[in-house]
Each structure stands twice: as structure tokens, then as C-alpha cells.
């Protein structure tokens, strides 16, 4: 029960990464709040224990994620921890890519992501305590071919983490972020256009400019889970401004 009396706020938890942290850390004691902008997020939500909410949130919507934050804070308690997870992909070309799907990937991605620190930051910094967590991609951090809005997207949420970190630290709050590679969800899954799929992305595809998996298979959520739940814990409590890759070795370390 590692996080029992902490309250923990995470976005995209209806769904993939976003709800195997959310029941990785209420079975772990945390009191969860999930937003999504699936309506379904308030039913599930109540799934994952007995002190978990869920709240239906567009968080392309600035009002509706200050709205969401104020009510946690003063219905529910002091956040804790923040874990954005929340993520969109609009697979294009760049010369094919629309102003709209690259606004939008954007939208969730990054400027969610800053809405979100903004608001739960006010908060922590005059308890002088607090983590942050945003879940990026392994494809910030090299080039990928029809991702350019996402890998872009994800490259500025992380490095904006650890700016935020920076200004945090004298308060005493973490902030960091964990990079997932292929992960077995909806979104990775929406890419397996071929029955051999899966084995291409082990093996690597010297067409795409892309290496294998060194280690071999695909990540599952909870991978990516029990990493966000390590750096939200006391075992943490000395590691800011980190971002930790979760990819089997698929960037080879870059």
C-alpha cells in the first residue's frame, strides 16, 4: 500500500497505458481520479476500488481541466501526484499532414499537458511536496516516418516536464518523464495493418529506418505502469528531471 492516503490524478485512463496506471496505483493504496473524454470513465473508474473517481474531460478545453483540477482539490483533497498519460495519433506525411491533425495532436499532447502541470503546480507549490509525471514516447527522442505531429508533440510535452522541473525543485516536487516504446494498446494496435505485424516491429524494418527490440517482445501496459509507479514513490524521492525510456531497447539508448 505504497500510496495509500495520496491522492493521484490520471489523465487518459479509460483506456491502455492511462488505465493500467490508474489501477496499478489504486491497488497500491492511491485514491485515483481518472479523466478522460470517454463518458464511459466514470463507471470504470469505480472498477478499480473503493476511493477512485472518474470525471469525464475534454482535455482540449482549458475551462473543463481548471474546472476538473478545482473540483479535485476541493471536493476530493490535495493532489499528490499527476500522471499525464492522455495521448492522440494522426499517422501523415508531412507534405500530407492537415493543419487540424497536427493542431490537434498538439491540443492533447502537449498543450493539455501544460494546462494540467499549470493548474495542479499552483497547488503543490505552497505544500512544498508534489510529483509530476508525463508519459511521453520513445519517438521523441529519434525520427520516425508519418509521426512527425506526434514525436514533435511528445518531444516538446517532455522537455517542457523537465523545464517545469527545474522551477519546481526548490519546492520540493519531482517532476519526470517516461518514455514508452511499442506498447500493446488500442494505438499501437491501429498500426498492425499486416498479419505479420507484430513480428516486423521485433525485428525492425531497415525500409522505415527503424531497429528491432532487442529484448524481444513488445512491452505490455503494465510495464510502462510499474515504471510510473517507481518514479512516483518515495524509492524516487532523490530523481527529477529524468526521462526514463521503457522501450526493450528499441532506440538503443539514444
Not at 497547488?123 to 511521453?136: A, E, F, H, L, S
Not at 522541473?165 to 488500442?186: K, Q, Y
Not at 491501429?190 to 525485428?203: A, E, H, N, V, Y
Request: glycine share 8%.
Amino acid at each position: 500500500m505504497e500510496f495509500a492516503h495520496q491522492i493521484v490524478v490520471v489523465t487518459g485512463a479509460a483506456q491502455g497505458i492511462g488505465a493500467a496506471v490508474a489501477k496499478t496505483l489504486a491497488t497500491q493504496g492511491a485514491s485515483v481520479v481518472g479523466l478522460d473524454h470517454q463518458p464511459g470513465i466514470v463507471e470504470q473508474a469505480r472498477q478499480w476500488g473503493p476511493s477512485t473517481t472518474g470525471l469525464c474531460v475534454d482535455l482540449r478545453d482549458g475551462a473543463q481541466i481548471d474546472a476538473a483540477i478545482a473540483h479535485i482539490e476541493d471536493d476530493i483533497g490535495p493532489i499528490d501526484v499527476l500522471v499525464n498519460v492522455a495521448g492522440v495519433l494522426r499517422m501523415s506525411p508531412v507534405v500530407e499532414l492537415s493543419d487540424e491533425d497536427w493542431e490537434q495532436t498538439f491540443a492533447v499532447n502537449t498543450l493539455a499537458v501544460f494546462r494540467l502541470c499549470r493548474a495542479v503546480a499552483r497547488r503543490m507549490q505552497p505544500r512544498r511536496r508534489g510529483c509530476i509525471i508525463t508519459v511521453g514516447s520513445n519517438a521523441s527522442r529519434v525520427p520516425r516516418q508519418q509521426m512527425a505531429a506526434y514525436a514533435a508533440s511528445k518531444a516538446a510535452s517532455a522537455h517542457f516536464t523537465r523545464c517545469l522541473a527545474l522551477e519546481l525543485a526548490p519546492f520540493g516536487i519531482r517532476c519526470n518523464v517516461v518514455a514508452p516504446g511499442s506498447t500493446d494498446t488500442a494505438m499501437q494496435r491501429q498500426l498492425w495493418t499486416q498479419p505479420d505485424s507484430l513480428d516486423g516491429i521485433l525485428r525492425g524494418s531497415a525500409e522505415h529506418y527503424r531497429v528491432g527490440i532487442p529484448l524481444g517482445r513488445i512491452a505490455d501496459p503494465a510495464d510502462i505502469a510499474e515504471t510510473v509507479c517507481f518514479l512516483a514513490s518515495d524509492r524516487a524521492r532523490h530523481i527529477t528531471m529524468q526521462e526514463l525510456v521503457v522501450d526493450g531497447g528499441a532506440t538503443l539508448g539514444a
